[in-house]
């Protein structure tokens, strides 16, 4: 049994016990935990605390609440098409290479490109406010806890190749099903 996975700077740690994987990210910028159940993501919390706002999935929806009132349900928006997207992503100097090419053509074609967030961004696609999220690089404890937290709202997490995400890489994020298959083909047509 591995009981640590990571542990930087006293901000990231996860670990895993048997079939659980729990992950924690910095106070400042949110904390994250993450539950898989039998290797997927099964439920997911972010907390933000300096805007006082919590997002988590349940077993059949998402939620948020602020300053620990009324839970509200999540629906991420219906959005098809690239050019009606609002993008966001951490920073653009996470991505080199091929990687940055990728971003700054889905950047050309999407409506509105937005940096910074980083997992609140996830929960603000969740909740409707963004369509599209790209990262490159991402770990585990970087986004097992927002994959519940998104399809439970509607949406879909994948890598850039279409493949499960719960493992981290290149991850890729859309409020609707269908945007993400339009994203997909556009970055691998490069």
Known sequence: MELFHNLVLGFD?????????????????????????????????????????????????????????????????????????????????????????????????????????DCYSYCLLAAGHVDLIIESDLKPYDIVALIPIIERAGGRVTTWDGSDASSGGDIIAAGDPRLLEAALKLINRR
């Open 13 to 117: 740690v996860a670990f895993s016990l048997q079939n659980l994987w729990f992950c924690f990210i910095g106070c400042f910028l949110g904390t994250l935990i993450g539950v898989l159940k039998d290797g997927v993501p099964y439920f997911g919390l972010m907390d933000q605390p300096f805007t006082g706002e919590r997002f988590w999935s349940g077993d059949q929806a998402s939620y948020h609440s602020v300053r620990g009132g009324q839970p509200v349900a999540m629906k991420s928006r219906s959005c098809t098409r690239i050019e009606d997207a609002i993008l966001t992503s951490t920073h653009p100097d996470l991505f080199e290479g091929e990687r940055a090419a990728v971003l700054a053509h889905l950047k050309s074609v999407a409506r509105l490109t937005r940096y910074g967030g």
